[in-house]
């Protein structure tokens, strides 16, 4: 079975500071990957996928993701984050060509000035 | 309105009352989905459709029903609402073409 794991709760940035949000994936085949973030009181908005092809993604915002499929890893970078980036972060996968996505249980993220 | 909408926003509602979230998207996307989040959990699947007329269970399914008489259409019913079903409740869509779903707003049920 599919299943993702986020070991962060809760991360606390100064603004200006690099970011890092981890992201961990456990499934057979090469997944769809997915990084959304939800501001507060908001839906879901994808900030980026990785579907196939280069490993380093870049999406919305100024973010990127790297996919390493021997750390069957995701993680979501920002190299300078901003008081509006602060939000909720879901990391999410899904197999090639089905529709369930499994969501990780989301990273929230602090920016402190 | 275009996209994906979702209503109620909010709704409080007590044990055992019949409960209906209407979710509806104006891109004709083929699926349709219904999450709940709740803390700790992030989002879990309840149900999907793959097609009008075509729905399946996700993770969560029960206490929930779900109907798709129309393609733009996607209603979650709880049947008989429970406490331990107060969460935020979200849909979403997405075309055949690709993976990528879009979500609603979201409505926040509490069950009293």
């Known amino acids: 079975a599919q299943s993702v794991t986020q070991p962060d709760i809760h991360i606390t940035v100064s603004e200006g500071a690099s970011l890092e949000l981890r992201c961990n994936y456990s499934y057979g085949a090469t997944p769809y990957l997915f990084w959304y973030v939800q501001s507060p009181g908001q839906g879901l908005q994808l900030l980026l996928k990785?579907?196939?092809?280069?490993?380093l993604v870049q999406g919305i915002k100024g973010f990127e993701a790297e996919f390493k499929r021997s750390q069957s890893s995701f993680n979501l970078r920002k190299p300078s984050v901003h008081w509006s980036d602060a939000a909720e972060y879901f990391c999410?996968?899904?197999?090639?060509?089905?529709?369930?996505?499994?969501f990780g249980t989301g990273t929230r993220l602090t920016i402190i000035p | 309105d275009a996209g994906i909408t979702q209503s109620p926003r909010y709704k409080i509602t007590e044990t055992g009352r019949q409960v209906t979230l209407m979710c509806h998207q104006t891109?004709?996307?083929?699926?349709m989905f219904w999450y709940r989040q709740d803390l700790g959990h992030g989002l879990r699947l309840i149900y999907y459709?793959?097609?009008?007329?075509?729905?399946d269970k996700g993770e969560v399914p029960d206490g929930y029903v779900v109907s798709r008489s129309k393609t733009e259409n996607f209603p979650l019913t709880l049947e008989s609402a429970t406490r331990s079903q107060t969460s935020v409740y979200f849909c979403?869509?997405?075309?055949?073409?690709?993976?990528?779903?879009?979500f609603g707003p979201g409505t926040r049920l509490t069950v009293l």
């Open positions: 979403a869509s997405r075309g055949t073409s690709g993976s990528v779903q879009y």
């Open positions: 891109w004709s996307h083929s699926y």
């Open positions: 459709s793959a097609a009008a007329d075509i729905t």
């Open positions: 999410a996968v899904g197999p090639l060509g089905n529709e369930k996505l499994t």
């Open positions: 990785y579907f196939s092809g280069d490993t």
